[in-house]
Antibody, heavy 126, light 107 residues
C-alpha cells in the first residue's frame, strides 16, 4: 500500500522560500508509470495543481502556470522522496499543500491522482 | 489553461435521493475527466477516472458520463457517508485544473 508522508514547516515569512518534502513508501519515485505531484488548496484559489516530476529514462518536470517562475520540484532517489520549493512567497501562498501520486491508465494517456499525502497547512505571515 | 465549471455550487439532498452534478469544460477534453470526493479535513479521494471508469473500491452507486465539454457525476441512492464536496479535474493537458467544487449537504 502506497503511503505519502509530508514534512516541512507550517509557517513561512513573506519573501522567503517554502520547502516541503514527501517521503514515499510502497512505491518508487523513479517508477516509469507514475508521476509525483504537488497540489495546494485554499478558499480563494480552490484546488490548484502546482507541478510534477516523473522518470522516463530521464527526469521530466511540469509546472503550473501561476507558480512557474517560483517553483522547483526535485526527486531524491536515495531517500525515495521528492520535494517542493516555492520562492518569494506572499500571504496569497497560504494554503494546504498536498503531495500525491499520479498514474496513467495502462495503454492510454488517461492520468489521475490516486494517492494523496496527509496535507500540510502552510501559513505565510511575518 | 482549461477552465472547469461545476454546477450547482451547493446542493441539499436527503438519504436515498438520486443526485447529479455537472462539470463543463472551456474546450473539448474528450473523456479526460476525473471526479474526486473530499470530506472536511481530509485529502480528496478518486471516484471516477476517464469520465466513466469507477476507481477500485468505489461503490457502484457512483457513476460518471460525458465527453467533449459536458460531464456528469451521478449518485444513484445517497448514503449518509456521501455528504461531502465533489470536484471534477481535467487530465487532457497540463496544467491540470479542477472545478470549484460542489458541496453536497443533508436536507
Amino acid at each position: 500500500q502506497v503511503q505519502l508522508q509530508q514534512s516541512g514547516p507550517g509557517l513561512v515569512k513573506p519573501s522567503q522560500t517554502l520547502s516541503l518534502t514527501c517521503a514515499i513508501s510502497g512505491d518508487s519515485v523513479s517508477r516509469d508509470s507514475a508521476a509525483w505531484n504537488w497540489i495546494r488548496q485554499s478558499p480563494s484559489r480552490g484546488l490548484e495543481w502546482l507541478g510534477r516530476i516523473y522518470y522516463r529514462s530521464k527526469w521530466y518536470v511540469d509546472y503550473g502556470t501561476s507558480v512557474k517562475s517560483r517553483i522547483t520540484i526535485n526527486p531524491d532517489t536515495s531517500k525515495n522522496q521528492f520535494s517542493l520549493q516555492l520562492n518569494s512567497v506572499t500571504p496569497e501562498d497560504t494554503a494546504v499543500y498536498y503531495c500525491l501520486r499520479g498514474q496513467w491508465l495502462v495503454r492510454t494517456l488517461q492520468y489521475y491522482f490516486d494517492n494523496w499525502g496527509q496535507g500540510t497547512l502552510v501559513t505565510v505571515s511575518s | 489553461d482549461i477552465q472547469l465549471t461545476q454546477s450547482p455550487s451547493s446542493l441539499s439532498a436527503s438519504v436515498g435521493d438520486r443526485v447529479t452534478i455537472t462539470c463543463r469544460a472551456s474546450q473539448s477534453i474528450s473523456d479526460y475527466l476525473n471526479w474526486y470526493q473530499q470530506k472536511p479535513g481530509k485529502a480528496p479521494k478518486l471516484l471516477i477516472c476517464a469520465a466513466s471508469g469507477l476507481h477500485s473500491g468505489v461503490p457502484s452507486r457512483f457513476s460518471g458520463s460525458g465527453s467533449g465539454t459536458d460531464f456528469t457525476l451521478t449518485i444513484s441512492t445517497l448514503q449518509p457517508e456521501d455528504f461531502a464536496t465533489y470536484y471534477c479535474q481535467q487530465s487532457y493537458n497540463a496544467p491540470y485544473t479542477f472545478g470549484q467544487g460542489t458541496k453536497l449537504q443533508i436536507k
